[in-house]
Nanobody, 126 residues
Framework: QVQLVESGGGSVQAGGSLRLSCAAS????????MGWFRQAPGKEREGVAV??????STFYADSVKGRFTISKAKNTLYLQMNSLKPEDTAMYYC?????????????????????WGQGTQVTVSS
């Protein structure tokens, strides 16, 4: 099995930065596609950014383009978040999937990813 553990969340003022990390472990450390999703209270889980583990292709939600950067090094997935806004407040989840089509045409959907971390809270105050 694949285990994913997020860290790096916290509380910051609007305009601040955070870097989230996701440590992947298990027989297969990661899938063909890894990504970050977030869920705010009362809202559905949405894709934030994904990266293809082989080719390096990335996709971002329109709301975070130019502010967030997804990257991967060895067995750790990162999400650098700059210029944070109050609307970025959410629980952030790391996920990985093995479907061949993931990370090729877009963000994909939560149901497309088979493995999830426990989440890390990001709170941005105005």
């Amino acid at each position: 099995q694949v285990q994913l553990v997020e860290s790096g969340g916290g509380s910051v003022q609007a305009g601040g930065s955070l870097r989230l990390s996701c440590a992947a472990s298990g027989h297969t450390s990661s899938g063909y596609c890894m990504g970050w999703f977030r869920q705010a209270p009362g809202k559905e889980r949405e894709g934030v950014a994904v990266i293809h583990t082989g080719g390096g292709s990335t996709f971002y939600a329109d709301s975070v383009k130019g502010r967030f950067t997804i990257s991967k090094a060895k067995n750790t997935l990162y999400l650098q978040m700059n210029s944070l806004k109050p609307e970025d407040t959410a629980m952030y989840y790391c996920a990985t999937g093995f479907a061949y089509s993931l990370c090729t045409l877009g963000l994909g959907r939560p149901a497309d990813f088979g493995y999830w971390g426990q989440g890390t809270q990001v709170t941005v105050s105005s």
